[in-house]
C-alpha cells in the first residue's frame, strides 16, 4: 500500500497549529484576566477562539502555507509564521467587527494571543522538522526506498534522490544493474544487489519500495524485474524521460484512456483552490449583479435619452484558451461606433493590437461618466456569474485584436478572463504598449493565488474611486 505523505505532513501541521491557537487563546487569556474562560462571558471567548480557528482553516484553503514546509529556514519559517497570524487575527477581527457574531472581545488579549501564538507555531514548526528530518526519517516505520539503475548513471540518480530535504523516504539502498558494484558506497548509499542477484536480495530484505531510474537498459529485462517485485508487493516508481529541455512548466502524471502522460501547465492548481476562486466569483457577482440593476435604474434613461438605441451593449469576446462568448457592458457609445472605429484606426494611440484614443467621438456624455467611474463595466458581473469570466484574470480580447496575435500571445488567454487584473492597476489607459499587457498578464499567470487576487480586488477599488487611467 502506498501513501502520499505530503497529505499527512499537512494534517500533522493543521493538527498542531491548532493545538498551538487553542494553548494560546487560552493562556493569552489567563494572563489578562486570570481566568482561561471568562473575558466578557463563556460564549464571547469561545465565539472569538472558534473565528480564529476557522479564519486559520479558511486560510490554509485560500493559500498553500506549508509549501516547501522542510525546506524553509529559520529566518523564512519566522516570517512565515508572522504572516499566517497577522492574516488570521485580520480575518478574525473583520468577522467580528462586520457580522457582529461577537458582541464584545478582550483587545489585549488578541494582543498576547499574537506575540504567544508566533512564538509557539514557530516552535512547534521547528520541532516538527527536526523530529521528521533527524528521527523519524532514520526510524524503520519510514518508506526504505531501493534504488534500482545502472552504473552510469548512478551518481547522478542517487544525487537527485538526496538534493533536498526529504522526509518521506530514506534511499536505504542501490542495486546497479549492468556492473557487480555490491558492497561500495555511493554518496553514502551502500550497493547491495544486481541484475543476477536484485530478486533474491528483495525476497528477504526490509524493503518498501523500488525506484528505476534505468534509461538505456533493456525494455523487456526492465518490465521482467519490476514485475517480480511487485508481486512480491513491493510499491514501484518509474522514472520518466521528459527529455533534455526544460521550460518552467509543472508536472504531474495524467491518464487518457489506458495511456499515461507526463503533464507539463503553467500552474497546476489544487482543486480546493479553484473551488474557493470560484466560490468567491459567485459571491461576489451576486452583489455586483444587484449593484448592476441599481446603476441601470439610474443611467437606463439618461442613456436612452442621450442616443437611440438599447441600454446595454454586448460584443463578441475571446475567452479562456479562444473560446468565445458574449461580453455585457451599459452602452457608452453611438450605435454605429463599430462603423466609425475604421475612421478612426490611423488615430490609434496604442501599440500593438489594441486600439484606444483621446477624447473618443463615439463616446457619448453619459458614456463618458460611465467610463470615468469604470461603471460601464458592472454588467460584466452577469458574465462572471454564468462563468464566462472571473473576478480577476486577463481582459478578454475583441475578434479583431484575436485574429492579430502572435503565438506567444495566446498564452494570456490560457485562463478565465477577468473583470479586472495587473493591467487595470496599472492605470489601464496609461498602458498603450500592448507586449506590457502580455508581460502583466503572464505575471499574473504564473503567480496567481487566491492571496493575489485579493490584493488586486482591494487596489481596484482605490482605482476606480480615484478614477485612475480611466478614459
Not at 467580528?96 to 478582550?106: A, C, G, P, Q
Not at 540518480?157 to 530514506?170: D, T
Amino acid at each position: 500500500m502506498f501513501q502520499n505523505k505530503n497529505n499527512m505532513q499537512n494534517l500533522y501541521i493543521i493538527g498542531i497549529d491548532c493545538i498551538a491557537i487553542m494553548t494560546s487563546f487560552f493562556i493569552s487569556n489567563f494572563i489578562r484576566h486570570h481566568s482561561f474562560l471568562k473575558f466578557g462571558g463563556q460564549g464571547s471567548i469561545l465565539g472569538v477562539l472558534a473565528l480564529l480557528i476557522l479564519s486559520y482553516l479558511f486560510l490554509y484553503l485560500a493559500v498553500n502555507m506549508n509549501r516547501d514546509f522542510v525546506m524553509r529556514g529559520y529566518i523564512v519559517e519566522g516570517i512565515s509564521v508572522v504572516k499566517v497570524n497577522g492574516i488570521m487575527m485580520l480575518i478574525s477581527i473583520c468577522s467580528i467587527y462586520f457580522t457582529r457574531i461577537v458582541m464584545e472581545f478582550s483587545r489585549g488579549v488578541m494582543v498576547l494571543f499574537f506575540c504567544i501564538n508566533c512564538f509557539f507555531m514557530y516552535v512547534s514548526h521547528q520541532g516538527l522538522k527536526y523530529y521528521w528530518l533527524h528521527i523519524y526519517k532514520n526510524s524503520k516505520k519510514n518508506r526504505q526506498l531501493l534504488l534500482v539503475t545502472l552504473d552510469q548513471i548512478s551518481e547522478q540518480a542517487i544525487q537527485a534522490l538526496l538534493s533536498e530535504k526529504n522526509w518521506e523516504y530514506k534511499v536505504a539502498a542501490a542495486a546497479v544493474l549492468d556492473k557487480n558494484q555490491i558492497g561500495k558506497r555511493i554518496q553514502g548509499v551502500p550497493v547491495v544487489a544486481d541484475r543476477r542477484n536484485l530478486i533474491e536480495y528483495c525476497k528477504g530484505s526490509y524493503l518498501d519500495e523500488a525506484y528505476f531510474y534505468t534509461k538505456g537498459y533493456p525494455e523487456k529485462d526492465t518490465i521482467r524485474l519490476v514485475k517480480k517485485l511487485y508481486s512480491m508487493g513491493i510499491t514501484i516508481h518509474m522514472n520518466i524521460d521528459l527529455y533534455s529541455f526544460h521550460i518552467g512548466a509543472q508536472k504531474t502524471v495524467s491518464k487518457f484512456g489506458s495511456l499515461y502522460a507526463v503533464t507539463l501547465a503553467n500552474q497546476i492548481m489544487p482543486m480546493r483552490r479553484l473551488i474557493l476562486k470560484r466560490l468567491m466569483d459567485i459571491l461576489g457577482s451576486l452583489i455586483g449583479c444587484f449593484f448592476t440593476l441599481l446603476i441601470a435604474v439610474i443611467f437606463g434613461p439618461a442613456i436612452k435619452l442621450e442616443s437611440k438605441g438599447p441600454v446595454f451593449y454586448s460584443q463578441i469576446r475571446v475567452g479562456k484558451n479562444g473560446r468565445f462568448f458574449k461580453m455585457y457592458k451599459f452602452r457608452s457609445m453611438y450605435v454605429d461606433a463599430d462603423v466609425r472605429k475604421k475612421e478612426l484606426l490611423e488615430k490609434n494611440e496604442a501599440d500593438g493590437f489594441m486600439f484606444k484614443i483621446t477624447d473618443d467621438p463615439r463616446i457619448t456624455k453619459v458614456g463618458r461618466i460611465l467610463r470615468k467611474t469604470s461603471l460601464d463595466e458592472c454588467p460584466q458581473f452577469f458574465n462572471v456569474l454564468k462563468g464566462d469570466m472571473s473576478l480577476v484574470g486577463t481582459r478578454p480580447p475583441t475578434l479583431d485584436e484575436f485574429e492579430k496575435y502572435r503565438s506567444y500571445h495566446k498564452r494570456r488567454l490560457s485562463i478565465t478572463p477577468g473583470l479586472t487584473g495587473l493591467w487595470q492597476i496599472s492605470g489601464r489607459s496609461k498602458v498603450t504598449d500592448f507586449e506590457e499587457v502580455v508581460r502583466m498578464d503572464v505575471e499574473y499567470i504564473d503567480n496567481w493565488s487566491l492571496g493575489l487576487d485579493l490584493k488586486i480586488l482591494m487596489k481596484t477599488i482605490g482605482v476606480v474611486i480615484r478614477g485612475d487611467g480611466a478614459k
